[in-house]
């Protein structure tokens, strides 16, 4: 499965920014799908996953009740809801999808290209 993100750019803290991932092939709903971002001289880290069906969501605790993970399976498409941004947030924000829940939260197979998140303070 190929990934593109899209939606990134810059918000001022406390604003709204939500985050698009298209896949492309016919079998997107048969993937767990997450987000991840990396920070400005950080690691890696998970922000979000969604079960095939969309009917399950996990979340870092720090992303918790601020960033929704839904999926629109008729569209292959995952998004990535944020509200009340920090500066902290800004970091590039990658896609990332695999076919078992266990792997999509820490070693993903496939990546989309990130997408930049800046949010000012």
């Known amino acids: 499965v190929q990934l593109q993100a899209s939606g990134g750019g810059l918000v001022q803290a406390g604003g709204s920014l939500r985050l698009s991932c298209a896949a492309s092939?016919?079998?997107?709903?048969?993937?767990?799908m997450a987000w991840f971002r990396q920070a400005p001289g950080k690691e890696r880290e998970f922000v979000a996953a969604?079960?095939?069906?969309?009917?399950?969501?996990y979340y870092a605790d720090s992303m918790k009740g601020r960033f929704t993970i839904s999926r629109d399976n008729a569209k292959n498409t995952v998004y990535l809801q944020m509200n009340s941004l920090k500066p902290e947030d800004t970091a590039v924000y990658y896609c990332?999808?695999?076919?078992?829940?266990?792997?999509?939260?820490?070693?993903?197979?496939?990546w989309g290209q990130g997408t930049l998140v800046t949010v000012s303070s």
């Open positions: 990332a999808a695999d076919r078992v829940r266990a792997v999509v939260t820490t070693t993903p197979a496939y």
């Open positions: 092939g016919r079998t997107f709903s048969s993937y767990y």
């Open positions: 969604i079960s095939w069906s969309g009917g399950n969501t």
